[in-house]
């Protein structure tokens, strides 16, 4: 039953057509802004299912607030914020009216909500407001913070009380009961006239916002079957009984009968059967009854332990449902083992906010990096004025922060999502007297947090563990060697003798570069456990290479050892970090793929974190494991010191993959401005692994049709190296006459890729959630 292929059937005469096939898009569709700022009835069907229509604070919120917009000391601009009826979106004004999605912002896309001065905008432009009144807004993905000042302190608490519990009201949502809200939240929209009643024109204007584009004939048949009092307007329990139709699985609907058999309703001992087919690790009959008591909503069903169809779906919609082992979740893995048996989450160019020419620097990209899970940041450090190093990107025009600011970033963020330990990755450009000052403020700022001097309790021939490390910050930065010079002051390899330094600083004062050949013993303490090196040859030295030198090398290079020496480079990381960075030719901050790098064993694979695209997906999907916490134990094969495993050579296939690519749910709309702009959607899925694994296939597309869109075609792989395959399933909108539209993506390691019938909640290029947009497949693993 598990690998068995997906039973067709005939459509029923009541569902849909399927129009021919084809794919789909990324932004969430977007409700549109009234004119007047929003409607200001009391009545919210969408809040009454959140229980948060009688909160003052949200009730204040639907009210709407002015609130002083920051941007810059001379940029402070009053504006009218609203939230919407339905709970889930913002209302903003802006001074030039633009197309409605871009006069609002999702909860959902929130990341955090801080009280006072504490962003980098209020922090340089709040000045003149007190703290009580300021709060600032934090978005996922790229969106810039949004920094706001009430009129008072009470009415900045009301809006950070208010999205604390909405943000708190979402999270705990199933993924049933966001389905209903977001459905009703079209609902309310499509009403244009707000009497609460729906006219055949209204639904088919439902249609079109939930990305469906429904035969005229066959909408008004439902219409009609719907409309019991026969007046040509839908309401109440008419409403109801045509959601409930567009809403119908029948795909599930087959599957649930094929267990319950004639009494429409799982027994414990036939949900058990269910899961053994899943392969469930948990199938036990104790197991399949706590599923019914979690899940079920019916109370009289749940009291025979029983359930029923609408339990079913609850249970297939929830995180136990899902395609990632709910285990792999949290931290499951072994973190006593030394550092360089972990990948760990790497940011390139930390400070940027866009690309490395003239980009803005900021402390809120090492904040949102945090965010991210990112456990190694970079800091270009450079000489500043008064004595104060600052941090941009060399010998171009970004903007300068100060590096006591990043520092302070580090302290009061870095340990927010993870408790293991961060590595501050030093490019050291300063004279001696800066870096001394770089120092005092890392003494200083981080105070016990810092390392600066080796663990008692740890073995010299090895790095120390994640796990002793906790709450701890590492510098990685130059050593200084025996050798002093006549000044007394020791000498090192030049940070420019690195490739990175040869490729991105070609240009630059030779003053300073100079001054960079020194190191002050005061930083040079600070390098305990990383010190920085350059990894010049593979081969074995006359002294073996200390575990506590860290070699970093460009992309180029690190491809050029994996090809011509992969089985050294493997050996090479099993016992030492290895720092890879792309080239400084990529002036736009593109990334590389990270997969080839972490095919060799190489821990801190750095990739621009500004710049959304499949290498970060791909880098979300590595790290989306083990609690989130930056840190994932490598395969055993890249662990072993005696390792004889190669990425090129990696002998025979030993699993079989199989996907069948079954039904897409609420796909989003790419234009929400233009509501006959429906998707097409196709799936493909992605094998990422060493280079004999990688392969991408897709389905057809289906035309017209976002909402509930049906292939059942079947895609297999091969894979030889299993253990470090990460697979990307991507939904695009077909075009063809003109590259595919992105739409959702979701990436994970095939060794947390559950089998059996399953969801898969996509994501949108910033991680977003773009719930509730699902695909339902079913995986099926071979392993020999």
């Known amino acids: 039953m598990l690998c068995g292929r997906w039973r067709s059937r005939r459509r029923r005469p009541e569902e849909p057509p399927v129009p021919a096939q084809v794919a789909t898009p990324v932004t969430l569709p977007s409700p549109p802004a009234p004119q007047d700022g929003g409607s200001k009835r009391p009545g919210l069907r969408s809040l009454k299912k959140m229980g948060l229509t009688e909160d003052e604070d949200v009730c204040a919120m639907l009210r709407g607030s002015r609130l002083c917009k920051i941007r810059s000391r001379t940029w402070q601009k009053e504006r009218l914020y609203r939230l919407q009826e339905d709970g889930l979106s913002v209302w903003f004004q802006?001074?030039?009216?633009?197309?409605?999605?871009?006069?609002?912002?999702?909860?959902?896309?929130?990341?955090?909500?801080?009280?006072?001065?504490?962003?980098?905008?209020?922090?340089?432009f709040g000045g003149a407001f007190e703290p009580a009144r300021c709060l600032t807004i934090a978005f996922k993905g790229r969106r810039k913070n949004l920094d706001l000042v009430a009129p008072t302190a009470e009415e900045a608490q009301?809006?950070?009380?208010?999205?604390?519990?909405?943000?708190?009201?979402?999270?705990?949502?199933?993924?049933?009961?966001?389905?209903?809200h977001w459905i009703h939240s079209y609902l309310h929209r499509a009403d244009s006239n707000q009497d609460s009643k729906m006219s055949f024109k209204e639904m088919k204007n439902l249609l079109r916002m939930v990305n469906v584009d429904m035969n005229d004939m066959y909408a008004y048949c439902l219409f009609k079957?719907?409309?019991?009092?026969?007046?040509?307007?839908?309401?109440?329990?008419?409403?109801?009984?045509?959601?409930r139709r567009l809403l119908k699985r029948p795909e599930l609907e087959e599957l649930f009968h094929r267990y319950s058999g004639e009494d429409r309703v799982l027994s414990a001992p036939e949900l058990l059967e269910f899961l053994e087919d899943q392969g469930e690790d948990s199938a036990t009959l104790a197991h399949a009854q706590q599923l019914i008591h979690t899940y079920e909503l019916n109370e009289t069903a749940k009291q025979h332990e029983l359930m029923t169809l609408d339990g079913f779906m609850m249970y297939l919609l929830s995180p136990e449902g899902a395609a990632l082992a709910l285990a792999h979740a949290c931290v499951f893995q072994d973190m006593n083992q030394p550092l360089a048996h972990y990948f760990i989450s790497s940011s390139h160019n930390t400070y940027l906010t866009d690309s490395q020419i003239g980009g803005p620097s900021s402390t809120e990209a090492y904040v949102r990096a945090f965010a991210q899970g990112c456990r190694c940041v970079e800091l270009d450090c450079w000489e500043g004025p008064g004595g104060e190093p600052v941090i941009y990107h060399g010998h171009t025009l970004t903007s300068k922060i100060l590096f006591r600011d990043v520092i302070q970033?580090?302290?009061?963020?870095?340990?927010?999502?993870?408790?293991?330990?961060v590595i501050l990755s030093l490019e050291n450009h300063c004279g001696l007297e800066q870096q001394a000052a770089m120092a005092r403020h890392l003494h200083s700022i981080?105070?016990?947090m810092l390392v600066t001097q080796v663990l008692d309790s740890q073995n010299p021939e090895e790095l120390p563990s994640p796990e002793q490390l906790k709450g701890r910050v590492l510098v990685k930065g130059k050593k200084l060697p025996a050798a002093r010079s006549e000044d007394g002051r020791v000498l090192s390899d030049r940070e420019e003798d690195d490739e990175e330094e040869d490729e991105e600083?070609?240009?630059?004062?030779?003053?300073?570069?100079?001054?960079?050949?020194?190191?002050?013993?005061?930083?040079?303490?600070?390098?305990?456990?990383?010190?920085?090196?350059?990894?010049?040859?593979?081969?074995?030295?006359?002294?073996?290479?200390?575990?506590?030198?860290?070699?970093?090398?460009?992309?180029?290079?690190?491809?050029?050892?994996?090809?011509?020496?992969?089985n050294s480079f493997i050996r090479h990381n099993a016992r030492q970090l290895t720092r890879v960075y792309p080239l400084g030719l990529r002036m736009n901050s593109a990334n590389y793929n990270p997969q080839e790098m972490w095919n060799s064993g190489c821990q801190l694979v750095a990739l621009n974190f500004q710049t959304p695209g499949y290498e970060m997906d791909l880098n979300a999907g590595r790290f989306l494991v083990n609690g989130q916490c930056g840190y994932v134990l490598k395969p055993a094969c890249l662990r072993h010191p005696n390792t004889t495993f190669d990425p090129e050579c990696p002998g025979p296939p030993r699993t079989i993959l199989t996907v069948q690519v079954l039904t897409a749910q609420q796909l989003p709309k790419?234009?929400?401005?233009?509501?006959?702009?429906?998707?097409?959607?196709?799936?493909?899925?992605?094998?990422?692994?060493?280079?004999?694994?990688?392969?991408r296939k897709e389905t057809n597309y289906v035309l017209n049709n976002g909402f509930n869109p049906r292939w059942g075609q079947t895609l297999q792989f091969q894979?030889?190296?299993?253990?470090?395959?990460?697979?990307?399933?991507?939904?695009?909108?077909?075009?063809?006459?003109?590259?595919?539209?992105?739409?959702?993506?979701f990436t994970l390691p095939l060794s947390s890729l559950k089998q059996g019938y399953r969801h898969i909640h996509l994501l949108s290029k910033d991680g977003a959630s773009l719930s509730p947009a699902t695909l339902f497949v079913h995986i099926c693993i071979q392993r020999s």
């Not at 801080?114 to 340089?124: A, Y």
């Not at 030889?720 to 739409?743: C, I, K």
Request: glycine share 6%; proline share 8%; aromatic share 6%.
């Open 446 to 448: 981080l105070g016990d």
């Open 505 to 566: 600083e070609e240009v630059g004062a030779t003053g300073q570069r100079r001054r960079a050949k020194q190191i002050s013993p005061e930083l040079s303490a600070l390098a305990v456990y990383c010190c920085a090196t350059r990894l010049r040859t593979l081969r074995p030295a006359p002294v073996p290479p200390q575990p506590f030198q860290v070699g970093s090398l460009s992309e180029r290079k690190a491809k050029k050892l994996t090809r011509e020496a992969g």
């Open 158 to 180: 009301r809006w950070v009380r208010g999205l604390a519990k909405l943000r708190a009201r979402l999270d705990a949502m199933s993924q049933r009961e966001r389905l209903d």
């Open 670 to 695: 790419l234009n929400a401005e233009k509501p006959k702009s429906i998707v097409d959607p196709l799936v493909r899925i992605e094998i990422h692994g060493v280079p004999a694994d990688c392969a």
């Open 225 to 243: 079957e719907c409309d019991h009092s026969n007046n040509e307007r839908l309401e109440g329990p008419e409403i109801e009984e045509f959601l």
């Open 94 to 124: 802006r001074r030039i009216p633009r197309a409605p999605s871009q006069h609002i912002f999702f909860v959902q896309h929130i990341e955090a909500v801080r009280e006072g001065h504490q962003s980098e905008g209020l922090r340089r």
């Open 409 to 421: 970033a580090v302290r009061d963020h870095a340990f927010t999502l993870s408790p293991y330990p």
């Open 719 to 745: 894979l030889r190296a299993p253990e470090l395959v990460l697979v990307r399933f991507v939904v695009e909108d077909y075009d063809a006459t003109s590259p595919n539209d992105f739409v959702g993506q």
